[in-house]
């Protein structure tokens, strides 16, 4: 019978350590990041308490890199090889059917590292917030379409000097 080198075994698990878990410890997003996401998921919960969709996001989940519908990346101002992750990509489309009102999306305008938004096919009534859309500066990507957005198209979105791709449509957008 042949007996296992301990060693060997021990080197095994820490190189399968490194492979498998390192990632997601560093991929974890920062404190105010995910307490921003929280936030935007409660503000949801008070108007609707069967809500249940991004159960992944709660509190007592350290390890952002596994809540679902959210990417995570390097800093688009690092010029470095850092080893910090922030929130790139939100994925939020069609989460809820009953009408929200837009100032449910105020905290998401806290994650200044966003490159892509996708709050498309929810519902989401009233006019587009100017201001909290202009804190997203590093927005390549917007999808706003298909909920009740009202108003005129804020100005404040042309000057997202990063934008690529916006849609808008299937809202209730004036336009001029």
């Given at each position: ?9 021990l ?7 490194i ?6 410890l ?82 998401l305008f806290?994650?200044?590292?966003l ?44 000057q ?6 916006l ?10």
């Amino acid at each position: 019978m042949v007996m296992a080198n301990p060693s060997l075994l021990l080197q095994s698990i820490f190189i399968l350590f490194i492979i498998f878990l390192l990632p997601c410890l560093s991929w974890s997003c920062p404190e105010y990041q995910k307490q921003a996401l929280l936030h935007f998921k409660s503000s949801i919960l008070a108007i609707n308490s069967s809500f249940h969709n991004l159960d992944s996001w709660n509190s007592c989940s350290s390890n952002c890199c596994l809540w679902e519908k959210v990417t995570y990346g390097s800093p688009s101002n690092s010029n470095s090889a850092s080893t910090s992750s922030v929130v790139i990509e939100l994925h939020l489309f069609n989460l809820f059917a009953q009408l929200m009102p837009s100032n449910l999306l105020a905290p998401l305008f806290f994650i200044r590292s966003l490159r892509m938004l996708d709050i498309s096919q929810n519902s989401i009534n009233g006019q587009i917030p100017a201001l909290g859309f202009s804190n997203l500066s590093n927005l390549v990507h917007l999808d706003l379409s298909r909920n009740e957005f009202n108003g005129s198209i804020p100005p404040q979105l042309f000057q997202l000097r990063h934008l690529q791709y916006l849609d808008l449509g299937s809202n209730k957008i004036q336009v001029a």
